[in-house]
Nanobody
């Protein structure tokens, strides 16, 4: 059974940076397409960045140019580098791994952007 665990969240001031990681265990990692989602209080969970098995990426407009998703299949890890953080980036961030019909969610990591 595959497991995906997020880490790297925390409290950061506006304009700061954080690097989130999604680490996989229990399965070959390179077969999954991986997405980063976030859920702010009272709002729906939304996809903000995605990377395919082949390394193709896409971003939601609100994070384009500030966030970068990357993967290291040798370390079974996907990263989300977040720069120029804004208070509206405050949310719980989740990674999602898909290799249909299998789909996995991590437990989430809190990111708070506040002065």
């Amino acid at each position: 059974q595959a497991q995906f665990v997020e880490s790297g969240g925390g409290l950061v001031q506006p304009g700061g940076s954080l690097r989130l990681s999604c680490a996989a265990s229990g399965s070959a990692f390179n077969i999954y397409n991986v997405g980063w989602y976030r859920q702010a209080p009272g709002k729906q969970r939304v996809l903000i960045a995605h990377i395919t098995r082949d390394g193709n990426t896409m971003y939601q407009d609100s994070v384009k140019g500030r966030f970068t998703i990357s993967r290291d299949n040798t370390k079974n890890t996907v990263h989300l580098q977040m720069n120029s953080l804004k208070p509206e980036d405050t949310a719980v961030y989740y990674c999602n791994a898909v290799n249909l019909p299998k789909l996995y969610w991590g437990q989430g990591t809190q990111v708070t952007v506040s002065s």
